[in-house]
């Protein structure tokens, strides 16, 4: 049975990037028989609003997205992420990172000139604490923040709609967290052992996490989990070529809502993508019947907004 997931971070109302993301999982899942989970991403205590949660369930099902199951939002699962880590630490993968973030910026800018740095311009952590003594550790404050010990592995995988992929962890990641600080996992971590315990067989999500994939697999595989399968999708982009955000709020649901019905939404971002030849109003059940993965295009969507 396919498995496909809605993942929604509550820290702002739906804009048309979440909403092209869910509906390709939902029409992927659909179009096969398959199920859609449901599962709040609220890992970040600061920044997400039960308000939010709220109304993004209202708009997903507003949209004619609906989902067969809900499952445990991530901030009821400390216990499962604790677990996750357990198992790491005694592979002997994990290592406690004391560093600030006034330490890792100055050390950045320091070393910005020398230091590695991922194909996106991300400075990769420098290993600082990697090799601490017990007796260098004992002299530090406590932290509950943890690191991975990435091994100089590339990863391969392919996207089932942008082909082949392959990166190398070191180099465009280093040793990456898996434990903030403040105690809450990282979304690295959490992702991993929650589309696994949701058994989803399939993710389908924006190009932004397309870096993140190889990460995650790894963890899957340090971890004995089964991983599902990749789609990463093309991202909206407004006129002046910025990646849509929760920031644009012409785009978001409570806007959107307020000028057009549903299917003329979801009309639109069929059209844009490919499914459909022209802008007009269809239901996902619609779209559905004769949904093919190969008439959508891969590359990034400039929206324009239709008068
Ligand atoms: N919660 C993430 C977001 O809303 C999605 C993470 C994922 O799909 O893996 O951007
Ligand atoms: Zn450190």
């Not at 320091?110 to 004992?138: F, M, V």
Request: hydrophobic content about 40%; aromatic content about 8%; charged content about 25%.
């Amino acid at each position: 049975m396919l498995r496909g997931r809605f993942a929604p971070s509550p820290s702002g109302r739906m804009h048309l990037g979440n909403v092209f993301s869910a509906m390709l999982a939902w029409l992927s899942a659909k179009s096969r028989g398959g199920q859609i989970v449901l599962r709040v991403e609220d890992l970040d205590p600061a920044r997400s609003k039960p308000a939010f949660v709220e109304a993004i369930l209202d708009d997903l099902k507003w949209l004619g997205l609906d989902w067969d199951e809900r499952a445990e939002d991530q901030s009821r699962r400390h216990q499962a992420y604790e677990a996750a880590l357990e198992r790491l630490g005694q592979m002997g993968l994990l290592y406690p990172c004391y560093c600030s973030r006034d330490q890792l910026h100055a050390a950045s800018a320091l070393q910005a000139a020398s230091a590695p740095h991922a194909s996106d311009g991300r400075i990769i952590y420098a290993g600082t604490c990697r090799n601490l003594t017990a007796e260098e550790r004992a002299l530090r404050p406590p932290t509950r923040c943890l690191r991975v010990k990435v091994p100089g592995e590339t990863v391969a995988f392919t996207d089932g709609l942008q082909g082949p992929q392959s990166l190398s962890l070191q180099e465009e990641w280093g040793d990456f967290i898996v434990r903030r600080a403040d105690g809450v996992a990282a979304y690295q971590l959490a992702v991993v052992v929650d589309d696994a315990a949701c058994g989803v067989t399939e993710v389908v999500r924006g190009r932004d996490l397309l870096s993140s994939t190889p990460v995650q697999l790894w963890l899957y595989r340090a971890l004995g989990l089964t991983p599902p399968s990749f789609v990463h999708v093309p991202m909206l982009l407004s006129t002046d070529g910025r990646r849509l955000s929760k920031r644009d709020r012409d785009l978001d649901l409570g806007q959107l809502r307020k000028a057009w019905p549903p299917e003329k939404v979801i009309g639109l971002l069929a059209w844009r993508c490919g499914l459909i030849d022209r802008w007009e109003a269809v239901s996902p059940r619609e779209l559905a019947a004769d949904f093919d993965w190969r008439r959508v295009r891969r590359e990034d969507i400039v929206m324009t907004l239709p008068q």
